[in-house]
């Protein structure tokens, strides 16, 4: 399909305008999911925190850290959550769910601390880290790991998602604009043709030229204009053929 | 599921040919945590049914196969002899791997479907301590967990400690002996590898709780997560351990990590304060011979993974013959052959003529039948606790009386050490000659 030269730059105009618009929906999708999501998991984590440290105070009482760790190991199992500790209130640590060993981040950061953190631990990733007070901290601390890396695949897939759409959406929209370009302008490259044909002085009333005239556009118009214009006596002395005609004759 | 009458539980070709009967409700049906479905099963007039939920399969099989041979072989000798006032004792078996979340599904089946008389032999602190809740919600309906594979302390205290019975030493108790003994000969610096999980933490508080008492720390700690082959690699494990130069390592897991473990540590040079060789020490869970099995299996040099190796036990060395009881566990192993539940056992096992766990299994089920005996004629749940609180001074052979009340839930209360010698697990008596 030849696009015609006077609709090249609105077509260019046009994907770039698309391209526009998909850079600008991922960015606040991005933006949007990441807040969203992370929002919604630190809020999940703290709930979480807060029913691990609500259940625990028995537990801690009794000094039963099998039962401790019983119930953390439970709550390590949502998906979103990559670890759990739980610290005494003298920083000690008695129930985690670290494998092959407490990283020494965590070893290093303050045990009873309950801001959220982020973290970057080798080999295990990132993560943002709440803390929730047993017993107003008098019996220790939970605290509860969040991995970002996942919310960070969870928005990476919802943006991938609705980049797939939206690309099909512009070479869909692109082939079509290419297609209504080229319907608007075969009209005008019939008139063109036509009014070449006028200033040879062979076009006749027939074929292509007489649907051409019978057009009710813009088209149509101009053909008829030029018809009109052609069969003026001013049009048939400047008509080259005529001119070659005198200088013939 | 698999509903074994014991007096024709999956025996081999050389007790049916002696006039075992295959019993139960039918075809032994294989039920795991896959679940298959299966018939309802509720004990005749004339059984006992006891329901067990254990490993049979995956990575600790070993453990709920060989517990679960050592009590048929006794349930098997009172069946034929006519049962308990009558009844035989049913076995109805249930495969958790394992795993907590099958063995409370199975449990909840053994309760409600099954309607068994009490609940048996379970094995593991993870699936234990999941399964306890569980008791307490149905606790009108006086159903008791007996002798649990486990030396955890959940069973053992408030609030679930009045829903189970124990027969075994505690973690506490065996890790409090090994520090104990570690430190007297000088080892002082001792460090935990552990399951992350329950059980690991059970033994972990067991071990910190004795090192607080000598005014210790631990030396260092690692973790691994449950279910590792003995292919698993724990290298990561031994150099966190290495950074903290221990002079003992205890080793709270089951055989085929805690076997990984010993090879990797030998094998990267774990070295202690006290210069090469660090002794490693398991507990009576780990099962002594399934870690030794895989420990010198196919090796040439076996001696140098196993040779520092020190495991303790809750019940005496079944090598002892002049122990009335390991002479009556010899010669009923022998005698009924029990095999593994085969409908349930569907990896490949080699079960041991004798183990530490077949010999703890016998001795449940030997303390079992007493108990039962002592509920009399006409057999109600609502009767166990008090039967059981009539145990008192009960001979079981091993030369320690069992005695049992509302304040002693826990028969035994000895913890027997162990190394290896000769290829086989002996007692250790000289641990100054040994690992000092």
């Given at each position: 399909?030849?696009?015609?030269?006077?609709?090249?730059k609105?077509?260019?105009?046009?994907?770039?305008?698309?391209?526009?618009?998909l850079?600008?929906?991922?960015?606040?999708?991005?933006?949007?999911i990441?807040?969203?999501?992370?929002?919604?998991?630190?809020?999940?984590?703290?709930?979480?925190?807060?029913?691990?440290?609500?259940?625990?105070?028995?537990?801690?009482?009794?000094?039963?850290?099998?039962?401790?760790?019983?119930?953390?190991?439970?709550?390590?199992?949502?998906?979103?959550?990559?670890?759990?500790?739980?610290?005494?209130?003298?920083?000690?640590?008695?129930?985690?769910?670290?494998v092959?060993?407490i990283?020494?981040?965590?070893?290093?950061?303050?045990?009873?601390?309950?801001?959220?953190v982020q973290?970057?631990?080798?080999?295990?990733?990132?993560?943002?880290?709440?803390?929730?007070?047993?017993?107003?901290?008098?019996?220790?601390?939970?605290?509860?790991?969040?991995?970002?890396?996942?919310?960070?695949?969870?928005?990476?897939?919802a943006?991938?998602?609705?980049?797939?759409?939206?690309?099909?959406?512009?070479?869909?929209?692109?082939?079509?604009?290419?297609?209504?370009v080229?319907?608007?302008?075969?009209?005008?490259?019939?008139?063109?043709?036509?009014?070449v044909a006028?200033?040879?002085?062979?076009?006749?009333?027939?074929?292509?030229?007489?649907?051409?005239?019978?057009?009710?556009?813009?088209?149509?118009?101009?053909a008829?204009?030029?018809?009109?214009?052609?069969?003026?006596p001013?049009?048939?002395?400047?008509?080259?053929?005529?001119?070659?005609?005198?200088?013939?004759? | 599921?698999l509903?074994?009458?014991?007096?024709?539980?999956?025996l081999?070709?050389?007790?049916?040919?002696?006039?075992?009967?295959?019993?139960?409700?039918?075809?032994?049906?294989?039920?795991?945590?896959?679940?298959?479905?299966?018939?309802?099963?509720?004990?005749?007039?004339?059984?006992?049914?006891?329901?067990?939920?254990?490993?049979?399969?995956?990575?600790?099989?070993?453990?709920?196969?060989?517990?679960?041979?050592?009590?048929?072989?006794?349930?098997?000798?009172?069946?034929?002899?006519?049962?308990?006032?009558?009844?035989?004792?049913?076995?109805?078996?249930y495969?958790?791997?394992?795993?907590?979340?099958?063995?409370?599904?199975?449990?909840?089946?053994?309760?409600?479907e099954?309607?068994?008389?009490?609940?048996?032999?379970?094995?593991?602190?993870?699936?234990?301590?999941?399964?306890?809740?569980?008791?307490?919600?149905?606790?009108?309906?006086?159903?008791?967990?007996f002798?649990?594979?486990?030396?955890?302390?959940?069973?053992?205290?408030?609030?679930?400690?009045?829903?189970?019975?124990?027969?075994?030493?505690?973690?506490?108790?065996?890790?409090?002996?090994?520090v104990?003994?570690?430190?007297?000969?000088?080892r002082?610096?001792i460090?935990?590898?552990?399951?992350?999980?329950?059980?690991?933490?059970?033994?972990?508080?067991?071990v910190k709780?004795?090192?607080?008492?000598?005014?210790?720390?631990?030396?260092?700690?690692?973790?691994?997560?449950?279910?590792?082959?003995?292919?698993?690699s724990?290298?990561?494990?031994?150099e966190i351990?290495?950074?903290?130069?221990?002079?003992?390592?205890?080793?709270?897991?089951?055989?085929a990590?805690?076997?990984?473990?010993?090879?990797?540590?030998?094998?990267?040079g774990l070295?202690?304060?006290?210069?090469?060789?660090?002794?490693m020490?398991?507990?009576?869970?780990?099962?002594?011979?399934?870690?030794?099995?895989?420990?010198?299996d196919?090796?040439?040099?076996?001696?140098?993974?196993?040779?520092l190796l020190?495991?303790?036990?809750?019940?005496?060395?079944?090598?002892?013959?002049?122990?009335?009881?390991?002479?009556?566990?010899?010669?009923?192993?022998?005698?009924?052959?029990?095999?593994?539940p085969?409908?349930?056992?569907t990896?490949?096992y080699?079960?041991?003529?004798?183990?530490?766990?077949?010999?703890?299994?016998f001795l449940n089920?030997?303390?079992?039948?007493?108990?039962?005996?002592?509920?009399?004629?006409?057999?109600?749940?609502?009767d166990?606790?008090?039967?059981?609180?009539?145990?008192?001074?009960?001979?079981?052979?091993?030369?320690?009386?069992?005695s049992?009340?509302p304040?002693?839930?826990?028969?035994?209360?000895?913890?027997?050490?162990?190394?290896?010698?000769?290829?086989?697990?002996?007692?250790?008596?000289?641990?100054e000659?040994?690992?000092?």
């Amino acid at each position: 399909m030849k696009v015609k030269k006077l609709f090249r730059k609105t077509l260019f105009g046009v994907l770039f305008l698309f391209f526009l618009i998909l850079i600008s929906t991922s960015l606040l999708w991005i933006r949007t999911i990441d807040t969203q999501l992370s929002a919604e998991y630190e809020t999940n984590s703290r709930s979480i925190a807060k029913t691990i440290a609500d259940s625990s105070v028995d537990i801690l009482l009794n000094r039963d850290l099998s039962a401790l760790q019983s119930l953390i190991d439970q709550f390590a199992e949502i998906q979103s959550i990559r670890y759990i500790y739980i610290t005494s209130e003298t920083g000690e640590f008695l129930a985690h769910t670290f494998v092959p060993g407490i990283p020494q981040d965590i070893l290093d950061s303050e045990p009873n601390s309950t801001e959220a953190v982020q973290r970057q631990l080798p080999g295990l990733g990132n993560f943002v880290e709440v803390g929730m007070p047993i017993l107003a901290g008098m019996a220790g601390t939970v605290h509860v790991g969040l991995d970002t890396d996942l919310v960070a695949l969870k928005v990476q897939r919802a943006i991938g998602q609705q980049n797939y759409l939206i690309s099909i959406l512009v070479v869909v929209g692109f082939l079509s604009s290419i297609w209504f370009v080229n319907l608007a302008a075969k009209p005008l490259g019939d008139l063109l043709a036509y009014a070449v044909a006028l200033a040879r002085g062979d076009a006749g009333a027939d074929g292509p030229a007489s649907k051409l005239l019978e057009r009710d556009d813009e088209a149509g118009h101009l053909a008829r204009l030029f018809a009109h214009v052609a069969r003026s006596p001013t049009a048939s002395e400047n008509r080259p053929d005529a001119d070659s005609g005198e200088s013939a004759g | 599921m698999l509903q074994t009458a014991l007096a024709g539980c999956v025996l081999s070709p050389a007790a049916k040919a002696a006039g075992a009967v295959q019993g139960g409700a039918g075809p032994a049906e294989a039920r795991s945590a896959k679940s298959l479905s299966r018939p309802s099963a509720r004990g005749r007039q004339d059984e006992i049914v006891l329901g067990v939920s254990a490993a049979f399969s995956g990575p600790s099989q070993g453990l709920g196969i060989e517990l679960y041979r050592g009590a048929s072989a006794y349930f098997e000798h009172v069946n034929r002899a006519g049962g308990v006032g009558g009844r035989r004792i049913v076995l109805k078996t249930y495969d958790d791997g394992y795993q907590p979340d099958p063995s409370v599904q199975n449990t909840r089946t053994l309760m409600l479907e099954d309607r068994v008389f009490l609940l048996f032999g379970y094995v593991g602190t993870p699936t234990v301590t999941r399964v306890l809740p569980l008791l307490k919600k149905f606790q009108d309906e006086n159903i008791y967990l007996f002798f649990p594979f486990t030396g955890a302390q959940p069973q053992r205290e408030p609030p679930y400690g009045d829903f189970a019975f124990n027969l075994r030493a505690s973690y506490r108790q065996e890790t409090g002996g090994l520090v104990d003994n570690f430190v007297r000969i000088g080892r002082r610096r001792i460090a935990v590898f552990y399951q992350a999980d329950a059980y690991g933490r059970s033994g972990w508080e067991g071990v910190k709780r004795a090192l607080e008492r000598h005014g210790l720390d631990l030396a260092g700690e690692a973790t691994y997560r449950r279910g590792q082959q003995f292919t698993s690699s724990m290298r990561e494990q031994v150099e966190i351990l290495k950074r903290g130069s221990p002079d003992a390592v205890i080793c709270v897991g089951s055989y085929a990590a805690c076997a990984a473990f010993a090879r990797d540590a030998v094998d990267f040079g774990l070295e202690g304060g006290s210069g090469p060789g660090v002794p490693m020490a398991n507990l009576s869970f780990v099962g002594s011979e399934n870690l030794l099995k895989l420990l010198t299996d196919g090796q040439e040099d076996s001696r140098r993974y196993t040779e520092l190796l020190v495991n303790s036990q809750v019940v005496p060395s079944y090598h002892d013959t002049s122990i009335p009881a390991v002479q009556e566990y010899r010669e009923m192993m022998q005698r009924y052959d029990p095999q593994p539940p085969q409908d349930l056992v569907t990896e490949p096992y080699t079960p041991f003529p004798h183990s530490f766990v077949s010999l703890e299994g016998f001795l449940n089920a030997k303390l079992m039948v007493e108990i039962l005996r002592r509920v009399g004629s006409d057999p109600k749940r609502s009767d166990l606790e008090q039967a059981v609180f009539s145990v008192r001074n009960f001979d079981l052979g091993i030369g320690e009386m069992v005695s049992f009340g509302p304040d002693r839930r826990q028969g035994l209360q000895s913890v027997y050490y162990t190394v290896v010698d000769d290829d086989r697990f002996v007692t250790l008596d000289d641990w100054e000659a040994e690992l000092g």
